[in-house]
């Protein structure tokens, strides 16, 4: 089985002004921590530096970011007919500054950041920009640079551990959400 044709990258899912709109809102940004499988939050360099600020439905980015989402996800449908989405969870945005990365992994968050719907089927990633030195994504076997505005959706278990990269210059964005 080739595990890499469960990874895909959509292009221009996301329009310029929403990008835009995103990277230049100021919004409260916090430290983002790991959670373990039993919910304990720890604020790790070892695992994650990056800041995040998280999308609620009564955010006013909401239903723009949850189209892009959506649209993802149809593609992904599409390609893939037998997998289904019953839930998105809420929007978390990731900003990494130069030196920020997150460790290898795979998501199980069940009872991370508050979020208590059941194990994810896939993840969603949306790209903001490009325009950063390292930071790369690695999922799986694949390793990639996702362009400005696509999406990558992957299956979320135990066979498709992911990692971003330390960003060496620059500042790279994404938005996660997971498919229940």
């Known amino acids: 089985m080739d595990i890499e044709k469960y990874i895909m990258e959509y292009s221009n899912m996301v329009s310029k002004d929403l990008t835009d709109e995103i990277m230049g809102t100021n919004l409260d940004y916090q430290k983002s921590t790991y959670a373990n499988k039993t919910g304990k939050v720890d604020n790790s360099d ?4 990056m800041d995040e600020f998280w999308i609620r439905n009564t955010h006013e980015l909401y239903e723009p970011l949850k189209k892009c989402f959506v649209n ?4 992904y449908i599409t390609d893939h007919p037998y997998f289904s989405v019953q839930h998105l969870t809420d929007f978390r945005i990731n900003r990494y500054s130069e ?5 290898r ?5 069940h009872h991370s950041h508050g979020q208590h719907y059941g194990y994810p089927h896939a ?5 903001l920009n490009d325009d950063y030195e390292g930071g790369k994504f690695t999922v799986a076997t694949k390793t990639m640079k996702p362009k400005s505005r696509s999406a990558v959706v992957f ?3 135990f066979m498709y551990p992911h990692e971003a990269e330390v ?5 790279r964005w994404s938005i996660v959400s997971w498919l229940m």
Not at 46 to 49: C, G, K, L, P
Not at 99 to 103: D, L, V
Not at 167 to 171: F, S
Request: proline residues 3%.
């Open 123 to 127: 993840t969603v990633l949306l790209y």
């Open 46 to 49: 070892e695992r994650v530096n």
């Open 167 to 171: 960003v060496t210059k620059g500042t």
């Open 99 to 103: 030196g920020g990365f997150m460790s």
């Open 105 to 109: 992994h795979y998501d199980s968050i």
């Open 72 to 75: 993802a996800v149809n593609m």
């Open 155 to 157: 299956p979320s278990n």
